[in-house]
């Protein structure tokens, strides 16, 4: 199994960094320097992506395999504050404060919003 499949908790708050903890021992397995401002949301698909948004307007998608930031998507004007992978597959929909729709990112549209 990859470390992320694992027994983890993955934390995320007001500081914008993402804390990986093994939940047996409490130990800090991994901290990523996120986002800017306060991370709302995050979620994490089978394969081992996570994604992460914040009152910075920004979504993040990252690499559990190799904790690195794979894409980085910008929403003008956006408080996000919701996030997640939709099922069986690594596409995301995202959602902000006061939004009415969700925007939904595509892999196979090289995560362009839909």
């Known amino acids: ?5 694992r027994r983890v908790a993955i934390t995320a708050g007001g500081s ?18 996120a986002h800017a401002r306060w991370i709302n949301a995050l979620d994490v698909n089978p394969s081992g992506l ?3 948004v914040s009152e910075d307007t920004v ?15 910008s929403i003008p004007n956006v408080q996000l504050c919701g996030v997640q992978f939709l099922q069986g597959s690594n ?6 404060y006061d939004m009415k729709d969700i925007l939904i990112f595509k892999e196979n549209a090289n995560f362009k919003k839909l």
């Open 1 to 5: 199994k990859q470390w992320y499949q």
């Open 50 to 52: 996570m994604a992460s």
């Open 91 to 96: 596409d995301f929909a995202v959602t902000g």
């Open 59 to 73: 979504v993040n998608l990252w690499d559990l395999n190799e904790i690195c930031l794979q894409h980085t998507f």
């Open 16 to 33: 914008g960094h993402i804390r990986i903890f093994n939940h047996q021992e409490g130990s800090l397995v991994a901290e990523i320097t």
